[in-house]
């Protein structure tokens, strides 16, 4: 089946343990980006990546960092959490990165609902 | 000034009504424009895509984009209870992408 994977699906941490949110896909596809989504703001984009080793900045990538060494995987980093970071976070991926600015069909993953205290 | 911008809601229409949901934008770099469905809890799913100005059709669903005025549309025929949920807009430009923060919508029975 094809799909995108996200874990843990919920996290309670406290501010500054480092944690990790693994996001993997099984469609081959190239690009990858990670969201987070809290109330009144709707989805923010964090980082993209159009394919293995090219990463860049979305809206709000302060306090975050990815890295994509397999195609498959987009994993997102927190180095230092803190509660500002308390989101629900989505990994969403598509079989290419926009061309001439047109862009294929985001999939997303479940969700990951991260608590910071 | 939100990038994407859609009123919140909530959107009422009684069952087999039209709902129209809109949505504006402030990138005229923007080029595609999609519409997805978030039903409560879960993640957004895909409703249409559109990249042409003019309508796009597809079953019950009509997506409607106008480029001068940097607008889109979602209209919904003959809406169900099952349609209720959170609709989405979002555009991008090149790598980039922004969502409105969504349209509630219920249909009553």
């Known amino acids: 089946e094809a799909q995108v994977t996200q874990n843990p699906r919920y996290l309670i941490t406290v501010t500054g343990k480092k944690l990790t949110v693994t996001c993997s896909q099984n469609?081959?596809?190239?690009?990858m980006s990670w969201y987070r989504q809290d109330p009144g703001l709707g989805l923010r984009q964090i980082y993209y990546?159009?394919?293995?080793?090219?990463?860049d900045k979305g809206d709000v990538p302060e306090g975050y960092k990815v890295s994509r060494k397999e195609k498959r995987n987009f994993p997102l980093i927190l180095e230092s959490p803190s509660p500002n970071q308390t989101s629900l976070y989505f990994c969403a991926s598509s079989s290419r990165a926009p061309a001439g600015g047109l862009s294929d069909t985001q999939y997303f993953g479940p969700g990951t609902r991260l608590t910071v205290l | 000034q939100k990038e994407v911008e859609q009123n919140s809601g909530p959107l009422s229409v009684p069952e087999g009504a039209i709902a129209s949901l809109n949505c504006t934008y402030s990138d005229r770099g923007s080029q595609s424009f999609f519409w997805y469905r978030q039903y409560s809890g879960k993640s957004p799913e895909l409703i249409m895509s559109?990249?042409?100005?003019g309508d796009k059709e597809d079953g019950r669903f009509t997506a409607q984009l106008n480029k001068a005025s940097q607008y889109v549309s979602l209209l919904i025929r003959d809406s169900q209870p099952s349609d209720s949920a959170t609709y989405l807009c979002a555009g991008n430009n090149f790598n980039k992408f922004y969502f409105g923060s969504g349209t509630k919508l219920n249909v009553k029975p």
């Open positions: 990546s159009m394919n293995v080793e090219v990463t």
């Open positions: 559109i990249y042409s100005n």
């Open positions: 469609m081959n596809h190239e690009y």
